[in-house]
C-alpha cells in the first residue's frame, strides 16, 4: 500500500462532509494499489466530460432534462455498462479501472453518476439499497431512481421492491429506509466493504488490513473493525498489534458473542509474545 496514498486518503475524509470530494477520495483508494497512478489525470478526464455534457445542457431546467442528457452521454456515448461477466472481479471497485474499462459494478458506476452531475451543477444522491446501489435527483419533486448498472434505467418505488425480492428472494422485507439517502463517507464505506469481502475471500490478508485501516479512518466507531484488525494482524504474524486491537475491542464491546473466543485468542498471543522475547534473550 502506498503511504502516502493512505496519507491523502486520510486527510480527505478527515474533512467535514460537505468537503470531501468522492471522487478524488475513491481514486486514492485505487493509489494506495497503484502508486504510480495519477488521480490528477483521472480528475482531468471526469473534468472534460463534464464540460463536453454542460454543452448540451445550457437550458435544462427539469430534473428529467438533466437525467436524460447524462444518460445519454455516460451510457449511450461513452459506452459505461455493468460488469455483468465479471461482476466479483476487484477491478470494478477501483474508479480509475472502472473509468479505463467503462464498466463496474453499481457503486462505482453511481459514483461516476454523481459525480458528472455534481460537474454539471445538477445534485445527485447515493441510495444504499441493500446488495445494490442506486442514485436518484436531489430535487423533491424527483420521484424515481437511476440504476446505473442497467445503463441509467429509471425505477419508480414499486420497482425497488421488487429488486430487493429479486436480490433476496423475498427472505428480506422491504423496508422504507432502503431508499434513504446516503452521505459521501458512506459511499466509501461501502466501496471499501465490498473490497474488503473480495480480499478475505482471496485470504489476501494485507490487502484486507489496508482496507481495514481506511474504513476505520472513515468510521473509528465500528468495534467489529477493530476486532477485523485485530484477527489480521495475528494472521500476518504482527502479535503485539493484535493483542492491542483486540483488547481496544473487549472494550467497546465487553459483552460481545465471540468475546470469550477473543480472549482466549488475547491470551495465547500475549503467551506468544512472551515466547518470543525469551527466545531473543537467550540469543
Same mark, same amino acid.
Given at each position: 500500500?502506498?503511504?502516502?496514498?493512505?496519507?491523502?486518503?486520510?486527510?480527505?475524509?478527515?474533512?467535514?462532509?460537505?468537503?470531501?470530494?468522492?471522487?478524488?477520495?475513491?481514486?486514492?483508494?485505487?493509489?494506495?494499489?497503484?502508486?504510480?497512478?495519477?488521480?490528477?489525470?483521472?480528475?482531468?478526464?471526469?473534468?472534460?466530460?463534464?464540460?463536453?455534457?454542460?454543452?448540451?445542457?445550457?437550458?435544462?431546467?427539469?430534473? $428529467?432534462?438533466? @437525467?436524460?442528457? *447524462? +444518460?445519454?452521454?455516460?451510457?449511450?456515448? &461513452?459506452? #459505461? %455498462?455493468?460488469?455483468?461477466?465479471?461482476?466479483?472481479?476487484?477491478?470494478?471497485?477501483?474508479?480509475?479501472?472502472?473509468?479505463?474499462?467503462?464498466?463496474?459494478?453499481?457503486?462505482?458506476?453511481?459514483?461516476?453518476?454523481?459525480?458528472?452531475?455534481?460537474?454539471?451543477?445538477?445534485?445527485?444522491?447515493?441510495?444504499?439499497?441493500?446488495?445494490?446501489?442506486?442514485?436518484?435527483?436531489?430535487?423533491?419533486?424527483?420521484?424515481?431512481?437511476?440504476?446505473?448498472?442497467?445503463?441509467?434505467?429509471?425505477?419508480?418505488? $414499486?420497482?425497488? @421492491?421488487?429488486? *430487493? +425480492?429479486?436480490?433476496?428472494?423475498?427472505? &428480506?422485507? #422491504? %423496508?422504507?429506509?432502503?431508499?434513504?439517502?446516503?452521505?459521501?463517507?458512506?459511499?466509501?464505506?461501502?466501496?471499501?466493504?465490498?473490497?474488503?469481502?473480495?480480499?478475505?475471500?482471496?485470504?489476501?490478508?494485507?490487502?484486507?488490513?489496508?482496507?481495514?485501516?481506511?474504513?476505520?479512518?472513515?468510521?473509528?466507531?465500528?468495534?467489529?473493525?477493530?476486532?477485523?484488525?485485530?484477527?489480521?494482524?495475528?494472521?500476518?504474524?504482527?502479535?503485539?498489534?493484535?493483542?492491542?486491537?483486540?483488547?481496544?475491542?473487549?472494550?467497546?464491546?465487553?459483552?460481545?458473542?465471540?468475546?470469550?473466543?477473543?480472549?482466549?485468542?488475547?491470551?495465547?498471543?500475549?503467551?506468544?509474545?512472551?515466547?518470543?522475547?525469551?527466545?531473543?534473550?537467550?540469543?
Amino acid at each position: 500500500m502506498s503511504e502516502t496514498a493512505h496519507q491523502r486518503f486520510v486527510e480527505m475524509v478527515n474533512r467535514p462532509e460537505p468537503e470531501i470530494d468522492l471522487a478524488h477520495a475513491a481514486l486514492l483508494i485505487s493509489q494506495g494499489e497503484n502508486e504510480k497512478l495519477c488521480v490528477e489525470e483521472y480528475i482531468d478526464r471526469l473534468d472534460r466530460w463534464a464540460t463536453l455534457l454542460g454543452r448540451r445542457l445550457k437550458h435544462a431546467t427539469a430534473p $428529467e432534462h438533466y @437525467v436524460a442528457q *447524462i +444518460n445519454r452521454f455516460l451510457f449511450e456515448e &461513452l459506452g #459505461f %455498462q455493468g460488469d455483468l461477466e465479471h461482476y466479483h472481479d476487484p477491478r470494478n471497485s477501483f474508479l480509475d479501472q472502472v473509468m479505463d474499462r467503462r464498466q463496474g459494478i453499481p457503486i462505482s458506476l453511481a459514483v461516476i453518476y454523481i459525480e458528472l452531475a455534481r460537474r454539471v451543477g445538477f445534485t445527485m444522491l447515493g441510495i444504499g439499497m441493500p446488495g445494490h446501489f442506486l442514485v436518484r435527483p436531489a430535487a423533491r419533486k424527483a420521484h424515481y431512481y437511476i440504476d446505473c448498472f442497467e445503463r441509467g434505467r429509471i425505477l419508480n418505488a $414499486e420497482d425497488c @421492491v421488487r429488486k *430487493i +425480492n429479486d436480490l433476496y428472494g423475498g427472505a &428480506l422485507k #422491504f %423496508q422504507k429506509s432502503f431508499l434513504a439517502p446516503v452521505n459521501r463517507k458512506q459511499i466509501l464505506i461501502r466501496m471499501l466493504y465490498n473490497l474488503k469481502s473480495l480480499y478475505i475471500q482471496s485470504d489476501d490478508y494485507a490487502r484486507t488490513l489496508a482496507v481495514v485501516d481506511k474504513l476505520l479512518h472513515l468510521s473509528p466507531e465500528m468495534p467489529t473493525e477493530l476486532r477485523d484488525r485485530g484477527i489480521l494482524h495475528y494472521r500476518l504474524a504482527r502479535f503485539q498489534e493484535a493483542v492491542i486491537d483486540l483488547q481496544k475491542y473487549l472494550l467497546y464491546v465487553p459483552e460481545a458473542k465471540d468475546a470469550d473466543q477473543i480472549r482466549q485468542m488475547i491470551l495465547m498471543l500475549q503467551a506468544q509474545l512472551r515466547k518470543q522475547k525469551a527466545d531473543w534473550e537467550q540469543i
